[in-house]
């Protein structure tokens, strides 16, 4: 069973940086698509950018776009999520899922394995 480990999460004052991490466990990252999703307290989940293996191929959000970047390690079997000038309305718990993947400029609306999620806050 696959399975998706997130880590870096932590408390950030406003305009500081984050690196999360989704590390995989029991596949490789070769044709899987990765996507990046936040719940705030009392929101619903949102998607925020995603990745596709094949391609490398990124999307995001409007409201995270130039803030955050979205890499992979498919050596590591990791897929980082770089956060750079944070503002206190991304404070939620950030998740990574997974899918299986083959397409390269675009990705699924749904995804098959999802992480335990890791908590960011940005306060000062």
């Known amino acids: 069973q696959p399975q998706l480990v997130e880590s870096g999460g932590g408390l950030v004052p406003p305009g500081g940086t984050l690196r999360l991490s989704c590390a995989a466990a029991?596949?490789?990252?070769?044709?899987?698509?990765i996507g990046w999703f936040r719940q705030a307290p009392g929101k619903e989940r949102e998607g925020i950018g995603c990745?596709?293996?094949?391609?490398?191929?990124?999307n995001y959000t409007d409201s995270v776009k130039d803030r955050f970047t979205i890499s992979r390690d498919n050596v590591k079997k990791t897929v980082h999520l770089q956060m750079n000038d944070l503002k206190p309305e991304d404070t939620a718990v950030y998740y990574c899922a997974a899918r299986p993947w083959a397409a390269a400029t675009w990705c699924p609306p749904l995804y098959t394995y999802w992480g335990q999620g890791t908590q960011v806050t940005v306060a000062s």
């Open positions: 029991g596949f490789t990252l070769d044709y899987y698509a």
């Open positions: 990745i596709v293996s094949v391609s490398g191929y990124t």
